[in-house]
């Protein structure tokens, strides 16, 4: 996955952007979207919601620009806003009452000899919400406990936790996923 | 005694354990291949491919970045939000508290308001009303907050009538008249919110 890091725009596109030239706004959308996209529908599971992350996360990258100082890299500060607006959803109310999470469709792959990236995906779309964020922060976008404790209000021990559960709980569903091939076999192949 | 999960992620991103898990998962096949699956579950996490941003996405954020005032549309829905679940958690919270079953609480029912009965009928005519309501695909982040604050409330008498032993029979009237009152206010919101859509 490319992600935040491999994105890059130059000091005088963002300097542009800040002024409100909206083709820089646009070059800086089209290189981090994707990003933002794939960090917010990994968190929050649904595609629809996804797009209302992306969107809320770009209208205040957009509108604070200014404030951006250019201290750390501007793909940290995407991502950090990104992540801030995934986790407010998660903390409303509206994802309890809404449908069951979608399963994000995944290219198969194609050999049959790799891990099966798709059925990864689909595991981790079956872990709670919070579990499914504090793995995809830590194992993926590299957070500490301590940087996850804090965003999400919660202590470093409940993110420690929470990570130690949500891979037993992959683990179990790998295991189903292999059905009654040995525990070994499966554990290999993956 | 194998090392638990937590152990072993610690181990698999370098963190401190102590020596006796440390020597024990060196010597035991069983942490061992567990240790290498973590690895690998992270790794397969880490190689997902990036997802395609849905078609449309950039003239749909332009619109909102050409609206005047973002912030105008933001507030009033996270106030009437915060407005609605405030006042809700503490008519809740303290109608349970500071009364107990036998006190006789004030009447506040007429023969003209309806009975429990009829409240919950009510309560779960908009409940289906609700279900069969399309979520947009997209939503104002004022009007999510506006729902979102309306949710918590209706979860917040959930918790006050889940105390069903402690309420009298016209605090429990009370909650249900509120959840109503919400549930109409709700549904109202969300059938504005498709109206806009389909504008």
């Known amino acids: 996955m490319a992600g935040f890091r491999t994105c ?92 069951p999470l979608d399963i994000i469709a995944e290219p198969r792959s194609t050999n049959a000899d790799l891990v099966d990236e798709s059925g990864v995906a689909q595991m981790l779309a079956q872990l709670s919400p919070t579990a499914r964020a504090v793995v995809w922060l830590h194992d993926v976008e590299g957070y500490t406990h301590s940087e996850i404790g804090t965003m999400m209000g919660k202590s470093i021990s409940f993110s420690k936790s929470q990570l130690a559960r949500a891979h037993s709980r992959l683990r179990d569903l790998l295991l189903t996923q292999t059905g009654d091939m040995p525990c070994m076999q499966a554990l290999n192949n993956f | 005694m194998h090392a638990g999960t937590e152990q072993l992620l610690t181990i698999r991103d370098g963190g401190p354990v102590d020596a006796a898990t440390q020597q024990h998962v060196a010597g035991c096949s069983e942490c061992g ?46 106030v009437v939000a915060a407005t609605v679940l405030i006042a809700v958690a503490i008519w809740v919270f303290s109608g349970i508290e500071q009364t107990t079953p036998n006190e006789t609480a004030p009447m506040i029912a007429t023969n003209a308001e309806p009975e429990l009965g009829q409240l919950v009928s ?76 389909s504008n």
């Open chain 2, 33 to 78: 291949d567990e240790l290498i699956r973590l690895r690998a579950v992270r790794e397969s996490l880490r190689e997902l491919p990036e997802l395609r941003v849905p078609t449309g996405a950039w003239e749909r954020l332009e619109s909102r970045l050409n609206e005047p005032a973002i912030r105008s549309h933001w507030w009033p829905g996270v």
């Open chain 2, 122 to 197: 009510q309560s779960r005519r908009l409940e289906a009303l609700l279900r069969e309501l399309d979520t947009p695909r997209v939503m104002n982040a004022g009007t999510a907050g506006t729902i979102a604050g309306l949710q918590d409330g209706i979860a917040v008498i959930d918790y006050g009538l889940s105390r069903n032993g402690e309420l009298s029979q016209s605090q429990s009237e009370q909650l249900w008249r509120q959840r109503v009152g919400l549930m109409n206010t709700l549904v109202q919101v969300r059938g504005a919110q498709l109206q806009q859509v």
């Open chain 1, 8 to 99: 890059q725009v130059g000091p005088e596109v963002v300097a542009s952007a800040r002024k409100g030239e909206r083709s820089a706004q646009q070059a800086i959308y089209q290189e981090y979207s994707a990003a933002v996209f794939t960090l917010a529908a990994r968190i929050v599971g649904r595609h629809e919601v996804a797009e209302e992350v992306l969107q809320d996360t770009f209208v205040e990258v957009l509108s604070k620009l200014g404030s951006f100082r250019g201290e750390a890299p501007l793909g940290a500060w995407i991502r950090r806003i990104a992540v801030n607006k995934s986790l407010m959803y998660l903390r409303s109310g509206w994802h309890r009452y809404s449908r």
